[in-house]
């Protein structure tokens, strides 16, 4: 019979198991698609049209990702159909790249995860932009876009631009990461091997924990 202790530990370790399985599950299928065209259609071709931003402007927004979410999730239950595919566009491009979990997604223009975080921040920005629009009140949504707006002055963010500045995007279509880059920039690699280490520590943790004393006798 295990300890107490134990059993206490083993869903833990389940769970955590689970989520590194999905995770590595969704890397895999994005890394099965097609290198040559990083984007995807996944909707209507008739998709809705979402303005790029500069690289310095995604680095403001995503700064404002939490709290331009919690007004989108603040929204009256039935609300219009732009919001939904905005907000459905924002969550599965977030996926796409991996939720922003590797190093340089962000800043660093050379990184494999780079354009597809241009993808989910212009279409966060255009979710915002829409809530603006929306009935209700809608002071919290001005207010923050009126902040944002001066941080973004603040730091010139319209002047700092990069290879996917102002680069369009749609509803319709989701960018995957440049899988072929990935072994080529260290911080991607260096993340991806982690995850394996990680995944093949707990993996052996987990199986002497579930042998039990018994098992290791």
Do not use: K
Not at 59 to 82: C, G, H, K, M, N
Not at 177 to 202: C, K, M
């Amino acid at each position: 019979m295990r300890p107490a202790a134990l059993v206490d530990v083993v869903p833990s370790f389940r769970i955590r198991l689970s989520r590194l399985a999905a995770g590595l599950v969704a890397c895999l299928c994005l890394a099965a698609a097609p290198a040559e065209a990083h984007r995807t259609t996944t909707g209507p071709t008739t998709g809705i049209s979402i303005p790029g931003l500069t690289h310095g402007q995604m680095a403001v927004i995503a700064e404002y990702r939490s709290q331009i979410l919690a007004l989108a999730d603040r929204q009256p239950f039935d609300t219009d159909e732009t919001f939904f595919r905005l907000r459905n566009y924002v969550e599965l491009q977030y996926m796409y790249c991996l939720w922003g979990v590797v190093p340089g997604s962000v800043a660093d223009e050379s990184s494999p995860f780079n354009e597809c975080s241009h993808a989910y921040l212009s279409g966060l920005q255009a979710l915002l932009l829409h809530m603006r629009t929306m009935r209700g009140d809608q002071t919290e949504v001005v207010a923050l876009i009126d902040r944002i707006e001066l941080e973004m002055l603040a730091h010139n963010a319209s002047m700092i631009l990069c290879q996917y500045s102002n680069e369009p995007f749609n509803t319709a279509d989701h960018v995957s990461p440049h899988w072929r880059d990935v072994p080529f920039h260290a911080p991607s690699l260096l993340t991806f091997l982690g995850i394996g280490s990680l995944g093949f520590s707990a993996g052996g943790l987990a199986r002497r924990v579930l042998r039990g004393p018994a098992g290791r006798a």
